[in-house]
């Protein structure tokens, strides 16, 4: 059965999902939520050599492994309301099935490596439709919390998504926007790009436009902007390098995919070195 409302993560047992399980309780917590923690078993070979026995072995194992899921979170946000979910498949698909009406999805990520295509890390954050965070990297509490924004749907969403989340940690936020973009541009813009100063008083312009509702809504938050004369892309892990959590939206002012992540979101899941949180257009706050 599906909550309405609850923070949902995974967790695999390893020494990475005990600081998601973390994460994601501590988030349940702030915002008095449930928390749902999924662990997704499968038996590893064809199924026309199933072991009935072998079967319920592993099944047993993956029981115990989020049974100590569950208590950690329990542990770890005292009072929160915690429920366990196993499921027979792959870890991506548990958590898409949990993710239907949360208000968020926690998932982990291993440092310094490529992400797999299949992984939870990328398979999550495109394909639900809520806000995924993808945890690595430093505490919540140290540095701030970066936004991109590009005046997109997907960076609407993010922003709303950034202040809330400012709002509840009491953390502040740096919006950036890396305006070197031509490809991203309408046809009638293109002539901006030979002129620096035109450059940054249109993007600027859109930059304030794009943050002032969300200063209005959330007047507690200290929040900054920034307007970058580089690639979307390099802006982001500049400001990324010193940051608590990256927030994207899930694809810029060209992307047109229905699932996919555009390149820049992808980018920052393979390469920031903080926590990222990738959210959808259709996502408000």
Same mark, same amino acid.
């Given at each position: ?190 002539? +901006?790009? *030979?002129? $620096? =100063? ?5 993007? @600027?312009? /859109?930059?304030? &436009?794009? %943050?002032? #509702?969300? !200063? ?20 982001? +892990?500049? *400001?990324? $390098? =010193? ?5 994207? @939206?899930? /694809?810029?002012? &060209?992307? %047109?995919? #229905?699932? !996919? ?25």
């Amino acid at each position: 059965m599906s909550h309405p409302s609850h923070v949902v993560t995974g967790y695999d047992g390893t020494k990475e999902a005990d600081a998601v399980v973390r994460w994601a309780a501590d988030e349940a917590r702030r915002r008095h939520l449930p928390l749902t923690v999924c662990h997704a078993w499968s038996w590893p070979y064809p199924i026309s050599h199933i072991d009935y026995e072998g079967v319920a072995v592993i099944k047993r194992m993956g029981q115990l492994i989020l049974d100590k899921g569950v208590g950690l979170a329990e542990r770890c946000a005292p009072g929160v309301q915690v429920r366990g979910v196993l499921m027979d498949g792959p870890a991506p698909s548990a958590l898409l099935h949990e993710a239907h009406n949360a208000e968020m999805v926690v998932v982990g990520s291993h440092e310094h490596a490529e992400l797999p295509v299949g992984s939870s890390a990328l398979q999550v954050p495109a394909r639900a439709r809520c806000p995924v965070v993808v945890v690595r990297g430093r505490a919540k509490g140290e540095g701030e919390i970066v936004v991109g924004v590009d005046g997109s749907r997907g960076a609407d969403a993010a922003l709303a998504f950034a202040f809330e989340q400012a709002a509840v940690h009491g953390q502040r936020l740096r919006a950036v926007y890396g305006c070197w973009e031509p490809s991203a541009v309408a046809e009638s813009e293109i002539a +901006l790009f *030979a002129d $620096a =100063e035109e450059l940054k008083r249109a993007a @600027g312009a /859109r930059l304030q &436009r794009a %943050v002032a #509702p969300w !200063l209005t809504k959330y007047p507690q938050v200290e929040a900054v902007t920034s307007l970058v004369l580089k690639d979307p892309r390099e802006a982001l +892990l500049d *400001a990324a $390098a =010193e940051a608590a959590l990256l927030v994207v @939206g899930d /694809r810029g002012a &060209r992307g %047109v995919h #229905p699932l !996919l992540l555009g390149a820049t979101s992808l980018a920052m899941l393979q390469l920031a070195p903080c926590s990222i949180a990738v959210v959808h257009a259709e996502h408000r706050h």
